[in-house]
């Protein structure tokens, strides 16, 4: 079975400064997406961004970026100069490709509680 | 519709009682999921349906859970006979399923249960 561990429960960062989430996976497949959402107070989870595992290169999406190690299965967040509303709750995800895979599961961390301070 | 919509967005109901929580998906999407988030927790899967085909429900804690999904669109989660330890937000989320997009999952905004 697939697992998702973040082992940072929360942390901080300074307006303006750069920040990186940890997340790390198990699985014996080779054909997945890997994913971050956001969660802020509000409470509606709204995707950061995504990668197919069978990319090398790194995802971008502005501000955000990951670093994808598919050998150490490892799929770390970069947040460039951090606003105060990218605070809160960030989920790394795992969602299976493969036939007879978990397909339809996508499978959460536990979270990390980012807070950004001004 | 524009987004996931659920409802009720809050619901408080006495221990013991039935209670019925509503998701209504993006529509087109094929692929409909019911999480459950407990205070300051992850999440946890609880159900899955995917177009006509038998729904996997491996996450669903105790019989007292179920859900329905009807003409393929909307879908209720039950919990009958609640407890204290129900008490969670339920997210609802849907994709365009096996057949397109890039896995990625469209969630609602929650439905906060607390049992008294």
């Known amino acids: 079975a697939q697992t998702v561990t973040q082992s940072q429960p929360e942390m901080s960062v300074q307006e303006a400064e750069t920040v990186t989430l940890s997340c790390t996976y198990d699985?014996?497949?080779?054909?997945?997406?890997l994913f971050w959402y956001k969660q802020p107070p509000s409470r509606q989870m709204i995707l950061v961004i995504r990668?197919?595992?069978?990319?090398?290169q790194n995802a971008t999406e502005n501000r955000f970026s990951v670093n994808f190690q598919k050998a150490a299965k490892s799929f770390s967040l970069k947040i460039s100069d951090s606003q105060l509303g990218d605070t809160a709750m960030y989920f790394c995800?795992?969602?299976?490709?493969?036939?007879?895979?978990?397909?339809?599961?996508?499978?959460f961390g536990k979270g990390t509680k980012l807070s950004v301070k001004p | 519709g524009a987004g996931v919509s659920q409802s009720p967005s809050n619901k408080v109901t006495e221990k013991g009682k039935d209670v019925e929580l509503r998701c209504d998906p993006i529509?087109?999407?094929?692929?409909l999921y019911w999480y459950r988030q407990s205070l300051g927790q992850g999440l946890e899967f609880l159900i899955y349906f995917q177009g006509n085909s038998a729904p996997d429900k491996s996450g669903l804690p105790s019989d007292r859970f179920s859900a329905e999904r009807t003409g393929g669109s909307v879908s209720t989660l039950t919990i009958q006979r609640t407890q204290q330890e129900d008490s969670a937000v339920y997210l609802c989320?849907?994709?365009?399923?096996?057949?397109?997009?890039?896995?990625?999952?469209?969630f609602g905004e929650g439905s906060r249960l607390t049992v008294l």
């Open positions: 699985t014996s497949e080779n054909n997945y997406y």
């Open positions: 989320a849907s994709s365009l399923g096996l057949a397109g997009g890039l896995g990625e999952l469209f």
């Open positions: 529509s087109g999407h094929t692929a």
């Open positions: 995800a795992f969602k299976s490709r493969e036939t007879g895979g978990s397909q339809g599961n996508l499978i």
């Open positions: 990668q197919e595992a069978y990319k090398q």
